[in-house]
């Protein structure tokens, strides 16, 4: 079994910044793709960011110049850098990751509000 616990989720203002971590244990040999992803209710789970294992990343337009994710192999983490926030980035944001199957995380709640 994987575990994936994120953090750094919060309130900020508009035009803010945030950094979101996100951290794996147990079963682990090794990780492919990491990624994070965001819903908001009533709305299907949409991509933010993905990394492959080699370093390839993919965002999407929404937030395409203003968020970066990296990943730390040595300590199974992935993280995602927020800049610029707009409000329409409310939402709660979860982590995946490829083992030998997909995990997520329960996800933490980003609030973009004056």
């Known amino acids: 079994q994987v575990q994936l616990v994120e953090s750094g989720g919060g309130l900020v203002q508009p035009g803010g910044s945030l950094r979101l971590s996100c951290a794996a244990s147990?079963?682990?040999?090794?990780?492919?793709?990491m990624g994070w992803y965001r819903q908001t209710p009533g709305k299907q789970r949409e991509l933010v960011a993905q990394?492959?294992?080699?370093?390839?990343?993919n965002y999407a337009n929404s937030v395409k110049d203003r968020v970066t994710i990296s990943r730390d192999n040595s300590k199974n983490t992935v993280h995602l850098q927020m800049n610029s926030l707009k409000p329409e980035d409310t939402a709660v944001y979860y982590c995946?990751?490829?083992?030998?199957?997909?995990?997520w995380g329960k996800g933490t709640l980003v609030t973009v509000s004056s």
């Open positions: 995946k990751m490829v083992v030998s199957m997909n995990y």
């Open positions: 147990g079963n682990i040999f090794r990780i492919y793709g």
């Open positions: 990394i492959t294992s080699g370093g390839g990343t």
